[in-house]
Structure formats: C-alpha cells, structure tokens
C-alpha cells in the first residue's frame, strides 16, 4: 500500500540581509524521507524575490551541528546539561563577580540580526537584570557611521529616507561604497529598472564589482579617500551653479562654512589624494547636479573608516547643496548590512541608547523610560562604551565575565588577536547561539538559541519598515527564544518581576509604549496591524497613523526644522602604507555568505560553493610580489597574519588587495585589521589596512 505524503507549508523570512525577503518553505515527509523545498513569497521590498541565501537559509537552520541542549564546560570538555543547571550556575557566577568587583563587572554583547523583541530586552536585560552599564552589539561595525551622520544632519536616523520603491523614479544615483549585488541582490532590479527609466548610475567602489558593471560611470576611489572625492564632487557642484539657493536657505543651516572651505581646496590635489581623474570627478558631479532628482546610498565601503562619519555627512552635504532630499526620488539611503541593522540601534542594544533612540544621558528620556520599567531614573546604569572598546575593558579585565547572544566577536572585531586573547582572560563567558562559533568555543557556558524558523519577533528593514516574522516551526531539541533565555536568567537574578513575558508579542506591547514619543516611535504598530498591512514605517505614532515613508517633505528632525550642514576637513587614518606593509588592504561579503560566516557555513550548499577564503590582487602588483595566481599566500599586517589563496583580477587597483570576512582560524581577515576608531562614532576602519602579501613557498 503506498504511503500518503505529508506536507507542511511553512511561512517565514530570510534571516540574513536587510532586504528581508518573505518566502514559503514546504516540508514533505513520504517513505519515511523528508524533503524540503523553498520559495519566495512575495512581499513590498524584494517583491518576491530571493537570492541563493535566502533559499538555502533553512538547511543551516536544520543542521545536526546544532546546539540542542545547555552546554556546561567541566574539565575543558561541553557537557550537556539540564537548563535548570546552566541557570543556577550562570547566576551564582554573575552574583559572585558582581559581589568581589560591581555591578559592571559583567558585559552584555548582542547583535545585528536579533528581532527587535531581543534587541530592546538585551538593553533591558543589561540595565535592570544585571544592572551593568556595559551593553553594545557588532551592529556598531555596521551602521555606526551613517547612524550618527545621519542624526547630527536630519535630527533622525532611519536607513532609508524614501521607500526603495522611489529608486526607480530617480535620474541620478549615486552608490557609495556598496555592492549591492552580492550583498542585497533582491535589489537589483530597482537598479535595472532606475536605468531604464533614464537614471544615470554612479558608483563608487576601488573593485570592479558586478553593481559596478551596471555604473554609467564608475570612480575607481582609493579606499580612505571618500572624504577627498565627495569634496572634490562638492567643488564642482559650488562652482558651477548646482547649489539650490531657495532650498539650502530655507531648510538648512551651515552652508556658507562649508562653501568658504570648500573653495579653499584645489581639485587636482583632491582628485590626485582620490586616485579618480579630475574629469570624472566633474562628469560625476554635473550628472548629480543637473538631474532633476537624485539619491545617494552608503554602505560599508564608505562608513567603515576611521573618518566614515565625515565621509558620509559629505555625501549628505551633496544632497542638501543640490536640494534633493524630500522629494521623490530624491534622498539619503544607508544599506543597512544586518538583518535587524536597523531595528537592533533604536531600541536599547547601544552603549548610549535607550528604546525608541533615547539617549541614555538625557534626564528627559531616562525618566521615560523608568516608568515604564517601573524603576527609579537613578537604577539605570549611565552610557558604556562601544563595541571594541568593550573589548578593550575586557583585555584589561575591567569586564571579567561576558554575556554574548548572536554575536562571534573573535571574528567580527578588528585586532581579533587581542580581542581573543582577552576573551581567553575572561572569568566567565557565555554565549547564547545556535552554534558553537569560534567566540563560543571559549564560553563555559552556551545555550542553544532558537533559529529565525522558530523565533518570532519584528525586524526593521533598510526603509524602516517594520516586519513580522511568525515562528513556522517548534523550536529545535531544548532550545529556547531570546527572550526566554533572558527572561528566565533575570528571575534567577531576582528581576523576575521586571520581565513577567509570555510571548513576544507582549514583549512588542512593552516596546511600543517604551518608544513612543521618541525618533523611533513604534506606538502606532502592532502584530495585527502587522499582519494585515504586511510591514509598516516608523514613525508611526498612533493606530491610526500608516506610517511614514519618505521623510522630511516638510521640515527635518531637528528643533528648527533645518538640516545641518558641516564642513568635513580631511581625516587621515594612522594606518598608512610604507615600504614593509605597501599595499592597502580592504574587506567585505561574497555572495554565498553572510558576515562570519557562523551560519551560512553550516549550509552544505552555501559552504560548497565558496569553500575558503581569497585575496585578491591586480595581476601587475601580484607579479612585483612573485605571487602567482591560485597559490597560497601570506598576507601580514602589523597586527597579524593570515594564510589565503590569492586570485589574481584586474577589477582591482593595483594598490589595493581585497578580502571578504567569513572565515576563521589562519583566514580570520580581522586578525590585520586596525583597532583605530572613528572619533565621533567609534566604527573602527576595517576598509584600510597596511599589509605586506608574499607567496607562503618561496
């Protein structure tokens, strides 16, 4: 008799990019095999679609390399314990150390892409459950740059200030620092389509990349020189008659300062310092200028600098000089990396944050807040420091024990050797994930998380629109949901009664009310609303509200209702090349993965297709070196040193080499990388690095 097959169809979202793609997973069970199939679904932003990632998403999701049950270190060997256990044994421990060195003894660490549930109780979790003033997440590597030029030029910080929908409509757009392609390929065709509505497509990028190929013009800008091109493009714009005098004196503040410096500086030396021609530095510029409508995007190309902040409140100073923010078609777009990139900073995972981007020293805003935690203004800690700079505390062992969820800083921080040699100085380390990352396997305690199949929550997307993701499926062996895992940690710390949660739903209640009446004001948003209106914008301030899509029509976030000027003076990093270390090193994503590669390397199709890491380098330079082409090569910096397979290119400058990040061991890229940080918003400057590359043999 043939067996009847069973099917499950299951919906769910994407758990990498920004994008946030929906789409449907089916599960067949038949003579006792089961299969599994992926598809898009359609939603506003991919439209339904989905790149290579998203559909073979859920095998690691599915991969027996899971971690099931809690995870107790005893003897230098991971024993499976009872949940109870690693409870009892994780609070006694914080309790201990909090009692011999304070309260901020212990750090909080969470990432990028926990929902925006996770990422306000993480805050929550640090502030009221432990009572630690030490909380930051590796978003701060993603978003930090743009995050805090945004916010000092607009008086808010939302990804996108128009909907990608307006992409299209656009005459000119300028990507800075971005290769969308293999980052958030979903978005392609709003590119495809800009161009054949008549956009004219500028990009901006040291590599011949395959958003690059699309480029009417391509400015081939040598990496930590954005600030010297977007000046160069701001001379032209000044000098040849594109400044919108009604609009940069009705809605800004700060023009004639950075008019008078910018006048002060000579195109050659900036278009020389660029390594772009002048002529295409003013080609660039007119198209901007004289297009009735246009958009800048930054990404991390730009933003992860030690002056990315500058960079990028440039290419902002371009928008408010040309009038082209406000409008359709016109505007700011930052490409968030992350999957919650964008929700994960406003809710209360930031050193400085409270929810709804409150600031944390603003007496206002922490007397908000404590009511409706129901504490005193006074019990919540005053401003940590950021991310590396936690790492810093604990390699000096001002921070002795460590809560991580979602994050593998070992590789993902600049300077990963120091970093790890810290982490290795820790007390007590542990780490929530659902699997044993490189960070995790130095933890003495880990705790199996459940996957974005079994973890319901909201994510913000790169518009600010905000999604829900329905848990499609129970949760795998004993693992539990973030919020469970903190909720259940804060009672054994004798918080319980702050964190009385029963779903994340009610965790969202909780969110709205903290947020509302801030920039990122939630108040408006619910689940149902969620499910009926399939995603929604912030600000949303009431039920009633549908949401804001394109922002500043009227005015901007500020008092004044003006956008703020700066003049960005040039700012050179330490890290510079010389005879030892000649060539300049960059990194960033291939395709196939996605950050350090934790889970897309547990997709046995993922992992096939880019089985290791690679260096590229121009043909030219690789013969000055003797590197040939698909051997392996030493690539030193003055922090460290990796092993890699070259492959030679010619989409590369030839004083550049370029590496992607999703590897660990003897290809952790970040073991070269410079612990030197933007001053204003501590983004440390991964995109320049001073390496010598020569042939492993010789």
Not at 52 to 77: C, D, F, W
Not at 402 to 431: Q, W
Not at 571 to 576: A, I, L
Not at 664 to 685: A, H, R, S, W, Y
Request: hydrophobic share 35%.
């Amino acid at each position: 008799m043939m067996e009847t097959a069973t099917i499950k169809v299951m919906d769910t979202q994407c758990p990498f990019c920004s994008v946030q793609c929906k789409m449907r997973m089916v599960e067949k069970e038949e003579d006792g095999k089961t299969t599994y199939s992926v598809e898009p679904k359609q939603n506003a932003a991919s439209e339904g679609r989905l790149c290579v990632k998203g559909m073979n998403a859920y095998q690691h999701a599915l991969s027996k390399e899971r971690v099931t049950e809690p995870l107790m270190k005893k003897n230098g060997i991971f024993t499976p314990v009872s949940w109870e256990e690693a409870y009892e044994f994780i609070a006694r421990k914080f309790c201990d150390l909090q009692g011999r060195y304070g309260k901020d003894v212990i750090g909080v660490y969470g990432g990028g892409s926990l929902t925006n549930e996770t990422s306000y109780l993480l805050g929550k979790f640090a502030r009221i459950g432990l009572q630690t003033k030490y909380i930051d997440y590796n978003g701060r590597f993603c978003m930090s740059a743009a995050a805090t030029a945004g916010n000092q030029a607009f008086g808010i910080d939302r990804g996108l200030t128009n909907p990608l929908s307006e992409v299209r409509n656009t005459k000119c757009l300028i990507l800075a620092g971005t290769n969308i392609a293999e980052c958030q390929p979903t978005l392609m065709p709003y590119l495809v389509d800009a161009k054949e509505n008549g956009a004219y497509l500028i990009v901006i990028d040291p590599r011949d990349t395959a958003t690059a190929d699309l480029a009417d013009l391509h400015l081939k800008v040598k990496p930590g020189e954005d600030v010297a091109l977007s000046s160069a493009m701001i001379k032209i714009l000044i000098e040849e008659g594109y400044v919108d005098n009604a609009f940069v004196q009705q809605r800004t503040t700060g023009f004639h300062e950075v008019k008078k410096y910018i006048e002060s500086l000579d195109l050659d030396v900036l278009a020389n310092e660029a390594g772009v021609s002048a002529d295409d530095i003013k080609e660039a510029a007119r198209h901007f200028g004289r297009a009735p409508s246009g958009m800048i995007m930054t990404a991390r190309g730009v933003e992860q600098q030690t002056d990315g902040y500058l960079a990028v409140r440039h290419f902002i100073n371009m928008l408010l000089v040309t009038g082209k923010i406000g409008k359709p078609g016109s505007g700011y777009g930052a490409i968030t990396g992350q999957a919650n990139g964008q929700g994960g900073r406003e809710h209360g995972q930031k050193a400085d944050q409270l929810p709804g981007y409150r600031s944390i020293e603003n007496e206002t805003d922490r007397a908000y807040i404590a009511g409706v935690w129901g504490v005193h203004p006074s019990e919540i800690p005053r401003k940590g420091v950021s991310a590396y700079e936690m790492m810093e505390k604990v390699h000096a062992q001002e921070i002795r024990a460590l809560f991580l969820m979602g994050s593998n800083p070992i590789l993902s921080n600049p300077n990963a050797n120091f970093v790890e040699e810290g982490i290795r100085k820790l007390d007590f380390l542990v780490a929530a994930d659902l699997f044993i990352s490189e960070t995790a396997q130095l933890a003495d305690v880990i705790l199996p998380a459940a996957s974005f199949l079994e973890n319901e929550g909201t994510i913000t997307n790169l518009e600010g629109r905000v999604l829900l993701r329905e848990a499609s499926r129970p949760a795998t062996g004993m693992a539990k949901q973030d919020w469970e895992i903190l909720s259940d940690i804060a009672k054994r710390m004798g918080k319980g009664f702050y964190f009385p949660y029963r779903s994340a739903e009610e965790i969202f209640e909780e969110l709205r009310v903290a947020s509302k009446g801030g920039v990122a004001d939630y108040y408006g948003i619910t689940y149902d609303r969620l499910r009926k209106e399939e995603g929604i914008y912030w600000p949303c301030p009431s039920l009633e509200h549908p949401g804001e899509q394109r922002l500043f029509d009227v005015s901007f976030a500020h008092p004044d209702g003006k956008a703020k000027f700066i003049s960005v003076d040039h700012h050179y990093p330490k890290e510079r090349t010389d005879e030892k270390y000649p060539l300049i090193l960059t990194t960033g994503r291939v395709l196939g993965h996605y950050l350090t590669g934790v889970q897309t390397r547990k997709s046995y199709t993922l992992a096939s297709r880019q089985i290791e890491s690679f260096v590229e380098i121009h043909p030219e330079t690789a013969q000055k070196w003797n590197i040939k082409d698909d051997t392996l090569v030493k690539v030193t910096s003055r922090r460290g040193q990796i092993v890699v397979r070259s492959k030679l290119t010619n989409s590369i400058r030839e004083d550049t080499v370029f590496v992607p990040m999703h590897w660990g061991g003897i290809q952790n890229i970040n073991k070269l990388t410079c612990e030197e940080l933007d001053p204003v918003c501590k983004m440390p400057g991964f995109k320049v690095c001073a390496v010598l590359v020569e042939p492993l043999l010789t």
